[in-house]
């Protein structure tokens, strides 16, 4: 089974809506990424989530870290064009001094003006 | 901008070319590394260096060899791929190996 669970797959919503995004690790989280990539190229760093109940936020994209369900979420507000791409969330399994994340297969984003 | 600059951004071969993609970072990180994004799959991680050093080599066949001279460069060497090593090929770079990792925008390569 795939070790780090995003969903849904794809999103289709209208500009303006909000959106979540949920990511769930089978394994114990010791960090969470969220990054945010246009077809075909780079990923772009969005933010990173380290303890229990952390939560942050930038411009009007906000990820919460839930530690004992091992899950983060990343909510959109009042979704723009300009938010739409694959969204993919990166775990660390492994604690300090690791540097191998395990990805998950992405959420794709889609927002109709 | 990244800070991470990747060349060239697409490339075709044949199977029985050599080539090599290159990577560099600006960001005066310590630990960079090699992924392997493919249609439908996770990102997959193919290679990190930590200050020069490589820390890890994930099961990557030989025909992928990867070259850091120093901290800012990264190169991985090609030869004799086949048609299903054809995917997105990223660089990151890392200030130490456990924090957030900053992406190129990637090269995609296509064998024929």
């Known amino acids: 089974s795939q070790e780090l669970e995003q969903s849904p797959q794809s999103l289709i919503v209208q500009e303006g809506k909000n959106l979540t995004i949920n990511c769930t690790s089978s394994?114990?989280?010791?960090?969470l990424y969220w990054y945010k990539q246009k077809y075909g190229e780079g990923l772009i760093f969005l933010m990173m989530?380290?303890?229990?109940?952390e939560e942050k936020s930038h411009e009007k994209i906000t990820a919460k870290l839930d530690e004992k369900k091992q899950q983060s979420s990343l909510h959109i507000t009042a979704s723009q064009p300009s938010h739409a791409g694959i969204y993919l969330c990166g775990a660390d399994n492994h604690g300090a001094g690791s540097y191998q994340l395990t990805f998950g297969k992405g959420t794709k984003l889609s927002v109709i003006p | 901008e990244t800070g991470v600059t990747q060349t060239p951004r697409h490339l075709v071969m044949g199977m029985t070319n050599k080539k090599s993609l290159k990577c560099e970072q600006h960001?005066?990180?310590?630990?960079m590394y090699w992924y392997k994004q493919s249609a439908k799959k996770p990102l997959e991680l193919m290679f990190v260096?930590?200050?020069?050093?490589?820390?890890e080599n994930n099961s990557v066949p030989s025909r992928f060899s990867p070259e850091c001279p120093n901290s800012s460069h990264l190169f991985l060497h090609l030869h004799t791929l086949q048609p299903e090593d054809s995917a997105l090929y990223l660089c990151?770079?890392?200030?130490?190996?456990?924090?957030?990792?900053?992406f190129g925008p990637g090269t995609r390569l296509t064998v024929l």
């Open positions: 260096y930590s200050l020069e050093e490589r820390v």
């Open positions: 960001l005066g990180h310590n630990a």
């Open positions: 394994k114990t989280l010791y960090g």
């Open positions: 990151a770079s890392s200030q130490e190996t456990h924090n957030e990792q900053f």
């Open positions: 989530l380290q303890k229990g109940g």
